[in-house]
């Protein structure tokens, strides 16, 4: 059973940064798609950010250019890293995985594994 445990969430002003980690165990990184999501109070959750077995990356519109996607695979890691925060960015964040789909997918339909999520408010 793949387990995923995300870190790295807190408290930021705007315009800020944080760097979450989702690590995996149960099996190695290699071989899996990884996404991370954001869910909101009041707003459905949504797909921000996938990267493939492969290393290519995909990103909703209202992130790109602030956030990167990237995975470890010795460290059995991936990670989001977020610039320029704003408020709107404010949500629970979680990471989901998928096995041998080899693409970036920001449908959380596609994913079957999930961590429990950590939090990340943007506020001054």
């Known amino acids: 059973q793949l387990q995923l445990v995300e870190s790295g969430g807190g408290l930021v002003q705007p315009g800020g940064s944080l760097r979450l980690s989702c690590v995996v165990s149960?099996?190695?990184?290699?071989?899996?798609?990884i996404g991370w999501f954001r869910h909101a109070p009041g707003k459905e959750r949504e797909g921000i950010s996938a990267?493939?077995?492969?290393?290519?990356?995909n990103h909703i519109d209202s992130v790109k250019g602030r956030f990167s996607i990237f995975r470890d695979n010795a460290k059995n890691t991936v990670f989001l890293q977020m610039k320029m925060l704003k408020s709107d960015d404010t949500a629970r964040y979680y990471c989901?995985?998928?096995?041998?789909?080899?693409?970036?997918?920001?449908?959380?339909?596609?994913?079957?594994?999930w961590g429990q999520g950590t939090p990340v408010t943007v506020s001054s």
């Open positions: 990267i493939s077995t492969d290393g290519r990356t």
């Open positions: 149960g099996s190695t990184l290699d071989d899996y798609m």
């Open positions: 989901a995985a998928k096995q041998r789909l080899y693409r970036a997918s920001l449908s959380k339909e596609d994913y079957v594994y």
